[in-house]
């Protein structure tokens, strides 16, 4: 797979994780963000919560599928640094407002949340390194 032999190129700190960890670990929160997000969307087209909640969800969605092609296709590092705090940001936005409304979709973020903030770590480690 392209974005494994990639990720192997990269200059990385001693503690980044191996490429096969991602796979896994994606599929899990994948999962999850399909179960909360997809409520939230279903409650947000059934007008059961209002429209600007589903806001940060859906950037959130958009900043997520961008980080690949910004690493792995264009392979610029300080795009793909940017993006990810945006999909950090996203979250932690997506997260805080939800909670009072659905405090249940709050909760299931967190796995996602302590893992994109890793990746953040992560990524900009490797922006550094790969200056």
């Known amino acids: 797979m392209k974005t494994y032999e ?3 190129e990269f200059k990385k700190p001693s503690w980044a994780p191996p490429a096969w960890i991602f796979g896994p670990v994606w599929t899990f929160l994948y999962c999850l963000i399909a179960i909360s997000f997809g409520a939230v969307f279903y409650k947000t087209l059934a007008h059961q919560i209002p429209a600007t909640i589903a806001l940060p969800f859906v950037l959130n969605l958009v900043f997520n599928f961008s980080f690949t092609y910004f690493l ?3 392979k610029n590092y ?3 640094a940017a993006d990810v ?3 950090l940001a996203t979250l932690i936005w997506a997260t805080f407002a939800i909670f009072p409304i659905i405090p249940w979709i709050a909760y299931m973020q967190i796995p996602y949340l302590l893992w ?3 990746a953040t ?3 900009l480690t490797v922006t550094y390194l790969n200056r």
């Open 6 to 8: 990639s990720y192997r």
């Open 72 to 74: 792995f296709g264009l």
């Open 78 to 80: 300080y795009l793909a």
């Open 85 to 87: 705090l945006l999909v």
């Open 116 to 118: 994109v903030s890793f």
């Open 121 to 123: 770590v992560l990524q």
